[in-house]
C-alpha cells in the first residue's frame, strides 16, 4: 500500500477526521510496516507536545502600549463636536433659514388662490416676485443694512452663496463627526 | 461584558477607549501567537503591538459575519510572516535572542522549580521545532495547535485555500516529527559522549 496515502491518513486521523474504514485500513497497514508505524508514533508525539503547550500570558506593558497609541491618535470629540455644531448652525441659520422662506413664501401665496394651484409657471412668477418682499424683510430686520446695495442679481447670487454655504457646514460636520482612523505604515 | 461586535461599533462611532476593552480581551492569544511566529518575547510584543494598531486603522474594513478574534489573530500571523521574512538573513546570526523560556520562567514564577524547568524545556523545544518551518508552515501549526481555528478559517486568515492549508500542515508535520527524531538522536549521543 501506499506509504503516502497513509502518512495522509494518520494526519487525518490526528485531526479526527478519519472515517472507520480509513481507520481500519491505517491499523491493518501499520501492522504490517514498521517504517509508517514508527513514522505514526513519532508524529503521536509531536501531536501531544504541541497539544500541551500552554499560552503565556501577555505582558502589561502591551496593553497600555497600544492604549497610548490608540487614544493619542482618537479624534478630539468633545471639541471637534463643538465647534462642527456652532459652524453648521451658523451657516444654517445664514443659509438655509432664507432659502426655505422665500419657498415657504412663495408657497404661501400660491396656494392662497385656489384657482393658481397647479401652475407651475405662475408659481415660479409668484417666487420670484416674492423674493423682493423676503429681502425686504431681511432689511427690515437689519440682516442687510442698505436696500440700494441689493441688486436683483446680486439676491440670486447670495442666495446661491447660502446654499453653498449650508450644504458646505454639512460636510464640515460630517468629516469632523466622522471616527478617525489611524494610519500605519507597512 | 460587551461583546466584540458591540466594542466595535462603539469604537467606529468614535470611542476609542472601547478599543482598550478589546485589546484587554485579546492580548493573550495575539501577544501568544507573536511569540510562536517570532521566538522572541521582546518582538513578539511589538508585533502585537503594530497587529492591534492596524486592527484599529482597518476596523471599518472588518466584516461582522466572521469572528473578530480571527481577523484580529489573521492581521497578527500576516504581520508576523512579513517580519520572519525581512528578518530571514538574521536567522543566521550567532546572537542568541531571549527565548520563550526565559518568558515562560517569568510567567511561571510562582510555579515549583521542577515545574517550570519541566515547562521551560517543552517551550524550548517546541520554540526550536517550530524555528525549522518556514513562516507560513509555522503561522498554520501555531492557528492549528493553540488557537483550535479550523483549516477553513486558517485558509481564510493566511489569504490561501483548505487543501493549501492541509497540505502545510501535514508537511510541517513531517519537518518537525524528523526535527524531534533529529534532536533526540543528538542529544543520546552527546549524553552518551560524556
Redesign the interface.
Known amino acids: 500500500m501506499n506509504h503516502e496515502r497513509m502518512y495522509v491518513l494518520m494526519n487525518r486521523a490526528l485531526d479526527g477526521e478519519l472515517s472507520v474504514e480509513e481507520g481500519y485500513q491505517l491499523k491493518n497497514h501499520l501492522a504490517e510496516c514498521q517504517e509508517c508505524a514508527v513514522q505514526w508514533e513519532s508524529l503521536q508525539s509531536l501531536d501531544a507536545l504541541l497539544s500541551n503547550t500552554e499560552l503565556v500570558p501577555a505582558p502589561l506593558s502591551l496593553r497600555r502600549r497600544v492604549s497610548v497609541q490608540v487614544l493619542h491618535r482618537a479624534p478630539k470629540r468633545s471639541f471637534a463636536k463643538l465647534l462642527a455644531t456652532l459652524t453648521a448652525s451658523a451657516a444654517a441659520a445664514l443659509g438655509v433659514t432664507p432659502a426655505v422662506a422665500v419657498v415657504g413664501y412663495g408657497l404661501w401665496i400660491t396656494f392662497r388662490s385656489p384657482t393658481e394651484i397647479g401652475d407651475l409657471v405662475l408659481w415660479i412668477k409668484k417666487l420670484l416676485e416674492t423674493r423682493s418682499i423676503l429681502f425686504q424683510a431681511l432689511i427690515d430686520v437689519g440682516v442687510i443694512s442698505t436696500k440700494s446695495l441689493i441688486t436683483d442679481h446680486q439676491q440670486i447670487l447670495l442666495a446661491i452663496i447660502s446654499i453653498c454655504g449650508a450644504l458646505g457646514a454639512g460636510l464640515l460636520f460630517w468629516w469632523l463627526q466622522r471616527p478617525r482612523t489611524i494610519l500605519v505604515q507597512g | 461584558m460587551y461583546e466584540d461586535h458591540t466594542l466595535v461599533s462603539q469604537?467606529?462611532?468614535?470611542d476609542?477607549?472601547a478599543?482598550?476593552l478589546i485589546?484587554?480581551r485579546h492580548?493573550?492569544?495575539?501577544?501568544?501567537l507573536a511569540?510562536r511566529m517570532l521566538g522572541n518575547?521582546a518582538e513578539a510584543?511589538d508585533a502585537?503591538?503594530?497587529a492591534?494598531?492596524?486592527a484599529?486603522?482597518k476596523?471599518?474594513r472588518y466584516d461582522k459575519t466572521y469572528s473578530f478574534r480571527t481577523w484580529l489573530l489573521s492581521i497578527t500571523s500576516n504581520?508576523c510572516i512579513?517580519r520572519l521574512r525581512k528578518r530571514r538573513i538574521k536567522w543566521l546570526s550567532l546572537d542568541e535572542p531571549l527565548s520563550?523560556e526565559d518568558?515562560?520562567k517569568m510567567?511561571s514564577s510562582s510555579a515549583g522549580p521542577e515545574l517550570v524547568y519541566e515547562?521551560s524545556q517543552?517551550?524550548r523545544?517546541?520554540q526550536d521545532?517550530l524555528d525549522t518551518l518556514t513562516p507560513e508552515y509555522r503561522a498554520v501549526?501555531i492557528l492549528h495547535?493553540?488557537y483550535g481555528m479550523p483549516y477553513d478559517e486558517i485558509a481564510r486568515s493566511l489569504h490561501t485555500t483548505v487543501s493549501a492549508i492541509?497540505s502545510r500542515?501535514?508537511r510541517a508535520?513531517?519537518m518537525?516529527?524528523?526535527a524531534?527524531?533529529e534532536e533526540t538522536v543528538n542529544h543520546v549521543e552527546m549524553v552518551g559522549g560524556v
Open positions: 469604537v467606529l462611532e468614535g476609542a477607549e478599543f482598550t485589546v484587554r492580548e493573550t492569544p495575539v501577544y501568544n511569540l518575547p510584543e502585537s503591538q503594530e492591534f494598531l492596524r484599529y486603522s476596523l471599518r504581520h512579513d520563550t518568558s515562560l510567567a515547562n517543552r517551550e523545544m517546541v521545532l501549526v495547535y493553540w492541509k500542515l501535514y508535520r513531517r518537525m516529527a524528523e524531534a527524531k
